[in-house]
T-cell receptor
């Protein structure tokens, strides 16, 4: 079944830890995106990719980094987590052409203590 | 560049009453427009979208929206609210054919449904 997956769904870690949030899609989409969303707030685009080996920074500056080695996989890494990184992170994907309708994963809620 | 404004960060409706969520956009080219719904601790789910053609668009769960170019609006309606409609709703716009062609989201409207 075509879908988009994010793991873990919830993560609580201590300050200074390195973390990787996983995002995978079986939609066959070239474009993938990471958004950051604080509770009850709007979405902010932090990274996007148009295909393998393509990554771009989004509208909101973020200390996280991303990679796109495989079409279906778009992980996000924080080298040293801080309490200010506490947020929900949403991954999405879309086709290269057409309406740019984006399909979203369930999100990862990150809490840094 | 495109932008989206959602009027009202919170809307409270009674069960069975009309739901009306307002969205105005700006775009340098004919836009594509979307409404998404987000339930607590979940990702966004597409309710409906407008690309071209008929300006009244019907979506899932009884929602519909009308694209009005002269008013640069894409308001979302549902004739009769249900308790399950309580969620956050996001309007979004994309500018097809432009560099990047990213989705730009509004600030969201939280809907509370009163019994």
């Amino acid at each position: 079944e075509a879908d988009i997956y994010q793991t873990p769904r919830y993560l609580v870690i201590g300050t200074g830890k390195k973390i990787t949030l996983e995002c995978s899609q079986t939609m066959g989409h070239d474009k993938m995106y990471w958004y950051q969303q604080d509770p009850g707030m709007e979405l902010h685009l932090i990274h996007y990719s148009y295909g393998v080996n393509s990554t771009e920074k989004g509208d909101l500056s973020s200390e996280s980094t991303v990679s796109r080695i495989r079409t279906e996989h778009f992980p996000l890494t924080l080298e040293s987590a801080r309490p200010s990184h506490t947020s929900q992170y949403l991954c999405a994907s879309s086709k290269s052409s057409g309406s740019n309708e984006q399909f979203f994963g369930p999100g990862t809620r990150l809490t840094v203590l | 560049a495109q932008s989206v404004t959602q009027l009202g960060s919170h809307v409270s409706v009674s069960e069975g009453a009309l739901v009306l969520l307002r969205c105005n956009y700006s775009s340098s080219v004919p836009p594509y427009l979307f409404w998404y719904v987000q339930y607590p601790n979940q990702g966004l789910q597409l309710l409906l979208k407008y690309t071209t053609g008929a300006t009244l668009v019907k979506g899932i769960n009884g929602f519909e929206a009308e694209f009005k170019k002269s008013e640069t609006s894409f308001h979302l309606t549902k004739p009769s609210a249900h308790m399950s409609d309580a969620a956050e709703y996001f309007c979004a716009v994309s500018a097809p054919g432009t560099a990047g062609n990213k989705l730009t989201f509004g600030g969201g409207t939280r809907v509370l449904v009163k019994p």
